[in-house]
């Protein structure tokens, strides 16, 4: 599905991502951990389309994307969420959602259509709506809505291109105990038959979603491996875990 | 359909018919500063659509109005016949040309830079106009000679006639404004609000952000052109004056006047700015320093400019409505 092939991205004189190699099969979840400025989201942002690589292949679904503009990324169908809720803030809950809708149908440069008056369209982002349980706040304004259902409007945005492959950036980040056992429930529920990579410093939910795990390490993976083996390895205990979390 | 209830369209039907009734209620000066309100309109109108909706502060949208009005202009001296509404088609098709080229830079930027960008080509048009002597006149400007138009089934309008130019623009302004009222109410239209709201967003949900701005800059310019070649042919004359940076300065006041965010607006402004410029320049010659002043007290205290205290006067008129009928 997604093969990094010895990517590396550099700003100026810093080398942030030195030599990525990455695998990820359909339908896997795979976890990509590590220590604050390690590259995680750079390495997002690189595979995204939102920085050229310096150097180095991303190949999704057998075509070279490395360097496409991300609206030509989103529309190979690769979606993306944000560490910083990144939603149409002054739009309410259903036209953010409609906005992507109209985005996965090819509904671009059309100067024709009455906009209020495409039933498909709301029908399907009301589906979203409903899968992401916001219902009930519909009409509000994004920006007025509590945080836990912002990164639950986040990740329903992520969903509305319809991706086979999402890239979940932090979706726990700032988020209570139990908003984050609603967030796993929710990204479980809408990655079914998805393929997922997910970046996270929550080892919680790192370990409740995750199939296999890579570590990324001052811009290097490390190792990539199962949870399980992740949990007992020696050099991630070191540099990232801590002995008390793997105990 | 569209949000309309019987209200909106009452209201629009009695609007059109105190508009078709003007000439035989107003003088002929009043007459052609209504047409030159409306011509503005349009011009403001451009602004409001880049600025308001797009998130894209332009400072030279004098260039569209200029290029509309010139093109305009030069379609009568050099084309024998020259069909009146052809050229302000031609007009409005080269001002959107124009944009469609200069937005291809402009809206690359973002922001502070984005906007000196604007000026800049603004001004590479002005020098254009001002240098190109033997073609635009330079500031001696170019007269308009209007050929009167032709009617299918056989007689002309005279296009000399106040009254008559008062009617044409009128009927291409409003089906200028409706056009653009419907646009606001399709996809292609959320598409650039997104880009507002969040470019990098509009992105990642598979938008073509850029794409999306240039058209939206092509579209301003073109109203921009349309409102350009009205004013020539208003005005039978056209000169550096409508193409140069106090022009564009002049739109941006208009636009804050009316509500730069708001389509109604755009006429609001164009109408104050135009009235109050006619009426306080016959009392001083220091008017631009008294709407220099009201301009800082729109900025200050109403950054919606007039258009936001349309609700206010609606609800203190529901409840003035609802105290009296108490008294009753």
Not at chain 2, 12 to 41: D, H
Not at chain 2, 188 to 209: H, I, L
Request: include cysteine.
């Amino acid at each position: 599905m997604l093969e990094i092939k010895d990517l590396h991205k550099q700003f100026g004189e810093q080398k942030i991502l030195k030599g990525i190699n990455l695998h990820v099969e359909q339908g896997e979840r795979h976890a990509i951990i590590g220590p604050n400025g390690a590259g995680k989201s750079t390495l997002f942002n690189v595979i995204t389309g939102k920085y050229a690589p310096t150097h180095g292949k991303v190949i999704y679904k057998g075509h070279d994307i490395s360097g496409m503009h991300p609206h030509r990324i989103t529309r190979r169908g690769l979606g993306r969420s944000f560490q910083i809720i990144n939603v149409f803030g002054d739009m309410t809950v259903y036209q953010n959602i409609r906005s992507g809708v109209l985005a996965r149908n090819g509904v671009f440069f059309n100067f024709t259509s009455y906009l209020d008056g495409m039933k498909a369209i709301e029908e399907e982002s009301r589906r979203i709506i409903e899968s992401i349980s916001l219902s009930d706040q519909m009409d509000t304004p994004a920006s007025e809505m509590a945080y836990g259902a912002q990164r639950a409007l986040e990740i329903g945005l992520s969903l509305t291109t319809n991706p086979d492959l999402l890239l979940l950036d932090e979706p726990g980040a700032g988020t209570s105990k139990s908003e984050t056992k609603h967030t796993v429930e929710l990204i479980r529920k809408v990655t079914q038959n998805k393929t997922l990579i997910i970046v996270e410093h929550d080892m919680d939910v790192v370990f409740a979603l995750a199939d296999r795990i890579s570590v990324l390490y001052y811009g290097e993976i490390i190792l990539t491996d199962v949870p399980q083996k992740i949990k007992e390895n020696k050099k991630v205990k070191e540099i990232y875990l801590g002995e008390a979390t793997c105990e | 359909m569209m949000g309309l209830n019987i209200k909106h369209i009452v209201g629009f039907v009695i609007l059109c018919l105190a508009l078709i009734a003007l000439p035989w209620m107003v003088g002929e000066f009043e007459l052609r500063l209504i047409s030159q309100i409306a011509c503005f309109s349009l011009f403001v109108l451009s602004f409001t659509i880049l600025y308001g909706h797009a998130g894209l502060l332009s400072f030279g949208q004098a260039a569209y109005f200029g290029v509309g009005a010139y093109v305009c202009a030069l379609a009568f001296k050099y084309v024998a016949g020259m069909p009146f509404l052809a050229a302000i088609l031609l007009g409005a098709i080269a001002a959107g040309i124009a944009a469609w080229l200069i937005g291809m830079f402009c809206v690359k930027l973002t922001g502070a830079y984005f906007s000196l960008l604007t000026v800049a080509f603004s001004q590479f048009l002005f020098a254009i106009a001002f240098k190109w002597r033997s073609v635009t006149g330079g500031d001696d400007g170019l007269v308009v000679s209007k050929n009167p138009i032709t009617l299918p089934f056989g007689g002309s309008i005279d296009t000399m006639n106040t009254t008559s130019m008062y009617y044409l623009i009128l009927l291409i302004v409003v089906l200028c404004y409706l056009a653009c009222l419907w646009l606001t109410k399709t996809p292609f239209w959320n598409m650039v609000r997104c880009c507002k709201e969040n470019d990098e967003r509009a992105s990642f949900v598979g938008y073509n952000t850029y794409m999306t701005k240039v058209l939206a800059f092509t579209i301003a310019g073109f109203f921009g052109g349309v409102g350009g070649a009205l004013f020539a042919i208003n005005e039978s004359f056209v000169s550096t004056d409508v193409i140069d940076m106090n022009r564009s300065f002049v739109c941006l006041m208009m636009a804050f006047i009316g509500g730069a965010n708001s389509i109604i607006g755009s006429v609001i402004g164009a109408a104050i700015y135009t009235v109050l410029t006619d009426m306080i320049s016959k009392y001083t010659p220091y008017w631009e320093l008294i709407l220099g002043c009201l301009f800082i007290i729109i900025i200050l205290f109403f950054r919606d400019g007039f258009v936001s205290l349309l609700p206010k006067a609606r609800a203190l008129m529901s409840k003035w409505k609802t105290a009296t009928g108490k008294e009753n």
